[in-house]
């Protein structure tokens, strides 16, 4: 005690002695520090232009592969309506990609999120991604659950590999360099653990310069597992109601701005009454505390005038194609289709490309063996495939023998088509509806040949296929 007193004795003369000093000093230095903050690097982006760029991944998926999945009416045409209200709230044409059914693969959405966004997107974008589409929800072994999106190529057997987890995107979201991304979803399934967040009474300019500055991935559900998914007037119930927030009737303070928790409180009562009750929708955040925010347009969108004539058309407005026909015994969507929406041309999937072509070689086992010939075509992003056998003989004596090259040849001859394709780098992998019929190849490091085995009718080969 006696040594800490004397040091305090010491520095009070000090600063006795420095007093006169320090009343001099103290002006600059705050002066000093006050040119600090004024040049200060100040962000791109502000809350008139909250965002350098803006993307979107729009998925609707009415047909799946699997059978056992029924068929929807209006996640297609969700998808597409969805798309072209972007257009009017920030998102330029060529950042909007837009799946609809067979484009609608896991690996497609994988790529654009994960290939495309991930390498464009910068840290003062955001990122929208929609979804209209069956959910479903397992129960895990150990207690828990997990909630599936279901792509065009989902396999009810094997979810995992082939659907789309809450985690999964998550995770993806995560490797996006974007500060906001929000992924509205127009399904019910469950398996997810969201952070509820209340809307402020009034989002003044001091909440959204906090909002703006935080990192988030946000999300929209059309309600809880095991709930229905309401299909009417042309839209899901969920879509609608999103559809109409966007035109500017989730903006309860008429600042021109919509956030994230804004437009979902307002959506929640209304998508409860449209589904008659039967829709809970769920909303909060997944990773972060930001807004994702919707900046409306300062005059609404003119309609074009009536054409006097002959016209030349503008290079910048959206070509006009006829909507889709409606699928068979699908009620039509009331009222005009618009035009299609113009959006982003999805890449050719270079993944894809090492496998392209026909392939040719034996496949045996100690019993028998057939030619065995593959055809692998890429359309876009996705690739099918055809397994022709031919030339089947028997290798042992025995009634295995006998057997196992009846059914080859009973499948010669004819293309068995392999709807199920999947790639991984070098691996390669295709199946039909039922499973009978399966390939497991690995390309070489030349790609000159494809190596592994062949599934069929449970019997398994060894094969090695050239590039014809």
Known sequence: MKHRRGWCERLSRLATALGPLLVVL????????????????????????????????????????DRRVASLNYAANDARSVARALATVGFAPDKIFLLIDDQATRVAI????????????????????????HGVTEVLPHGGEEGYLLPHDADMDNLPLSALSMQQLKQIGQRIAAKH?????????????LVRAQAPPTTDQRYLELVLKSRTIQVLT???RDQP??????????????????????????????????????????????????????????DGEGQFVFVLPRQPVAS???????????ASAPPVTPPPPAPSGAPAPAGPQPAEPRVAALPPDPVLQPFAGQWEG???????????????????????????????????????????????????????????????????SGQDAGGRLQVELTLS???????????????????SLRRK
Not at 28 to 55: E, F, H, K, L, N
Not at 398 to 415: D, I, K, V
Not at 445 to 463: C, E, F, H, M
């Open 26 to 65: 103290m002006p600059a230095a705050m002066a000093a520090q006050d040119r600090g903050i004024a040049v200060t690097p100040r962000s791109a982006t502000s809350i008139a232009q909250p965002y350098a760029q803006s993307w979107a991944v729009v998925v609707g998926v009415d047909r799946f592969r």
């Open 110 to 133: 994988e790529r654009v999120l994960s290939g495309v966004i991930r390498r464009g997107a910068g840290p003062d974008d955001r990122v929208f991604v929609f979804f209209a589409m």
């Open 181 to 193: 991304i929000l992924i509205a979803v127009d399904a019910c399934y469950g398996g997810y653990s």
């Open 222 to 224: 059309a309600g809880r």
């Open 229 to 286: 998914v309401i299909e009417d007037q042309g839209h899901g119930v969920f879509t609608r109601t999103l559809l109409r927030g966007l035109e500017g009737h989730a903006d309860g303070n008429a600042d021109g701005l919509i956030t994230a928790t804004e437009l979902a409180a307002w959506m929640h009562p209304r998508v409860a009454q449209a589904s008659d009750y039967k829709q809970d929708m769920q909303w909060g955040s997944l």
């Open 304 to 314: 074009p005038p009536a054409a006097r004539g002959p016209q030349t058309p503008s």
């Open 362 to 428: 034996w496949m045996s086992n100690r019993l028998s063996e057939a030619l065995a010939t593959l055809s692998v075509a890429q359309t876009g992003s996705t690739a099918t495939a055809t397994l022709q056998l031919s030339s089947a003989r028997n290798l042992d004596s025995g009634l295995g023998g006998l057997h196992e090259s009846y059914e080859l040849q009973r499948r010669s001859g004819e293309p068995l088509s392999l709807p199920r394709t999947a790639v991984a780098g070098r691996w390669f």
């Open 445 to 463: 490091k030349d790609s000159r040949t494809l190596q592994g085995t062949i599934k069929v009718d449970g019997t398994w080969y060894g094969v």
